[in-house]
């Protein structure tokens, strides 16, 4: 079992930067993938950006050049650091692992790119 809690939603104007953090409940170094989906109102969930055991990153069209994410296997966290952000990004953003052959989720943190 991993749960995932997710951390550093919130409202931010355009243009702005938001950094989202998860953290799991046991060592990431076994888990073989880590990444971010988002669900904005009215649309399907959607792969944001993931990060592999071994470092290997991939990301969305939509989030190439703004997003980054990352792992510290140390403190047992991925995060995900948003830039640039527009009102198109306004979703839930959730936490997700892949381990043992299961997916896990966070219980989301919402996102809301405002003026």
């Known amino acids: 079992q991993v749960q995932l809690v997710e951390s550093g939603g919130g409202l931010v104007q355009p243009g702005g930067s938001l950094r989202l953090s998860c953290a799991a409940s046991?060592?990431?170094?076994?888990?073989?993938?880590m990444g971010w989906y988002r669900q904005a109102p009215g649309k399907e969930r959607e792969l944001v950006a993931f990060?592999?055991?071994?470092?290997?990153?991939n990301y969305a069209d939509s989030a190439k050049g703004r997003f980054a994410v990352s792992r510290d296997n140390d403190k047992n966290t991925v995060d995900l650091q948003m830039n640039s952000l527009t009102p198109e990004d306004t979703a839930v953003y959730y936490c997700?692992?892949?381990?043992?052959?299961?997916?896990?989720w966070g219980q989301g943190t919402q996102v809301t790119v405002s003026s």
């Open positions: 997700h692992a892949q381990f043992m052959l299961r997916d896990y």
């Open positions: 046991l060592n990431i170094i076994g888990i073989a993938r």
């Open positions: 990060i592999t055991s071994s470092g290997y990153t």
